[in-house]
């Protein structure tokens, strides 16, 4: 992972943000090549699920012909939408913080165990953040708060299993022999307090606690806000989709891994509307659907996974969901990481925007109510069902939901391309290679072109191609150092194809064209350039 990260600062495709003023946690800016490859993932996304979406034809594992169609929402939204959706009241973690190191932690985060404590008579529960080797890193706190050294180690008279701090909490009635993870003493950790993921910011010069408004943490409630709007002024029957691409924020208390788990980053998401009856077969649709992309895309390994949820994983309003998943490098070995998650929401977010935030009773969603019976979280009360006049029944949709993450497809893209290989160099000589062997309609540059060398017309032919093909796709033109370096240069931001220019060029209009992944070198005719690069699936 180190490799991918240098690689990225190097050749610019991956910056901290505001690294100038030492950085900023959780944000990431994308460089020259950064912005051309996570903007051809987008694009590759809107274009594989709108544009180029036939609703004329039944595509394959479907249950009929469907329509899509897209929008683009705003990041500030009514306040009262996140109350419904129940982002106001549900979107947090619990947290502890230490009143004498200063630091915050995620409360279900913290592992402890009980250790008799001869001196004071009384049992600590000793913590750690450690989930790997907990044992250990707990008996190395417990010896430093007593001061023992580690042949001491049997003095240790440890008392029951491992367990959570909230575990722990309840059998100890309080956090007062709690001795926290970075702590001296113990009694420093505060009770857990709620922390809403959502970023809160404020409407206008007044600043009243009315005047609150929060970044969208999901760009989905946008689209379920206008679903009237869209049946309202188009032609779009159920069953139908309504993509949209965006930013969201999500306030992340442990934000980590590179660009995997920010604090700013882009959604793509779908909202798909059908009848109940068939919510079922678009589901499993959609599933297939969405990890076929991504195969296609060029995650072809073992690396990707889709797993369905168990039944006690499911969300309160879900009946069905399915993670896509990489095994990014950065995780340990045989665990996954969430690329997208593929929820079948039944009528819930229609619902709730409708009446109000729902709550589980049973197996009925129902409006949450405050004790004097008035909602606790009022919806808009406009109809939000859907009137079919060809069968002349009317519904509420259920909604299938495919949310995917640009960010994080970007970077499993990336890690998936990262090549080792050996090829020999101009002089013939093996030499080790980096390359990154994206997918050609993902690659930031599809061709480079060179003169082989500065002289004899070449750099004049070359300049030309340069122009024509920059009409088409984005390329780049190098003439510096020997063309082998050129070549080296271009394969280590995935570059699938070089164009050279050369003495037979200037005889008969041929170039040589190479291939990133084979280093194979064919001769064709330059007129044939657009078209030969066109084929190559861009
Ligand atoms: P996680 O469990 O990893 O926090 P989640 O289940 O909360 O993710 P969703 O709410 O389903 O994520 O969001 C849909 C998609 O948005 C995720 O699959 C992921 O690709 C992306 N995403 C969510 N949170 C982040 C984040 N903090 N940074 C980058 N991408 C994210």
Redesign the pocket.
């Known amino acids: 992972m180190e490799n991918i990260v240098a690689l990225c600062k190097r050749r610019g495709f991956l910056f901290q943000s505001s690294e100038i003023y030492g950085g900023l946690n959780g944000f990431w800016d994308y460089g020259p090549l950064g912005v051309l490859l996570k903007r051809n993932v987008k694009d590759a996304w809107w274009n594989d699920m709108v544009m180029s979406h036939n609703e004329l034809i039944v595509p394959s594992g479907a249950p009929g012909t469907y329509e899509m169609t897209g929008l683009d929402c705003t990041i500030i939204m009514h306040p009262q939408i996140w109350k419904c959706s129940g982002h106001y009241d549900l979107f947090h973690d619990f947290m502890v913080d230490c009143r004498e190191t200063k630091k915050r932690y995620r409360y279900d985060h913290i592992l402890g165990r009980f250790v008799l404590a001869p001196s004071l008579a009384t049992h600590i529960f000793v913590t750690t953040l450690e989930t790997e080797n907990t044992q250990t890193a707990l008996e190395d706190a417990a010896l430093k708060f007593f001061g023992l050294r580690k042949k001491d180690l049997d003095k240790l008279q440890w008392e029951g299993e491992i367990m959570s701090l909230p575990d722990a909490m309840r059998s100890a009635g309080g956090a007062a022999n709690v001795l926290g993870p970075d702590a001296k003493t113990p009694g420093t950790l505060t009770e857990p307090r709620e922390f809403n993921l959502m970023f809160k910011t404020t409407i206008g010069a007044l600043g009243t606690e009315e005047d609150t408004a929060f970044l969208r943490p999901?760009t989905a409630q946008g689209i379920f806000a206008n679903f009237k709007n869209v049946c309202d002024s188009t032609r779009l029957r159920i069953p139908f989709g309504i993509a949209q691409v965006g930013k969201s924020f999500?306030n992340?208390i442990t934000?980590r891994n590179f660009?995997?788990?920010?604090?700013e980053?882009e959604?793509m998401e779908i909202e798909f509307f059908c009848h109940p009856s068939q919510s079922a077969q678009w589901y499993a649709y959609w599933r297939d659907r969405r990890f076929a992309w991504y195969i296609e895309m060029g995650l072809a390994g073992e690396r990707l996974q889709l797993r369905e949820h168990g039944a006690t994983e499911l969300s309160h309003y879900s009946c069905g969901t399915a993670d896509i998943e990489y095994q990014f490098p950065f995780l340990p070995p045989g665990e996954f990481?969430?690329?997208?998650?593929i929820a079948h929401r039944g009528d819930f977010d229609l619902r709730s925007h409708m009446e109000g935030k729902l709550v589980k009773e049973g197996c009925e969603l129902v409006l949450e109510k405050l004790p004097n019976g008035q909602p606790k979280h009022r919806g808009s009360g406009k109809d939000l069902t859907y009137y079919d006049d060809l069968t002349k029944e009317r519904f509420t949709p259920h909604v299938i939901e495919p949310?995917?993450?640009a960010?994080?497809a970007t970077l499993a893209f990336l890690c998936e391309a990262y090549q080792v290989d050996t090829a020999p160099d101009e002089k013939g000589q093996p030499q080790e290679r980096v390359y990154l062997k994206f997918h050609p309609r993902l690659a930031p540059i599809k061709a480079a072109v060179f003169p082989l060398v500065k002289k004899d017309g070449m750099p004049e032919i070359a300049t030309e191609i340069y122009g024509e093909l920059k009409k088409h796709f984005s390329v780049f033109y190098d003439d510096k150092s020997a063309v082998g370096r050129r070549y080296r240069r271009q394969d280590e931001i995935g570059t699938p194809f070089c164009i050279t220019v050369d003495g037979q060029t200037v005889q008969d209009g041929t170039v040589t064209i190479r291939d990133r992944d084979t280093l194979k070198q064919e001769r064709i005719k330059r007129d044939e350039l657009v078209k030969e690069l066109q084929s190559r699936n861009f």
């Open positions: 999901e999500r992340e934000p660009t995997f788990r920010s604090r980053f959604q990481g969430e690329l997208e998650g949310s995917a993450g960010d994080r």
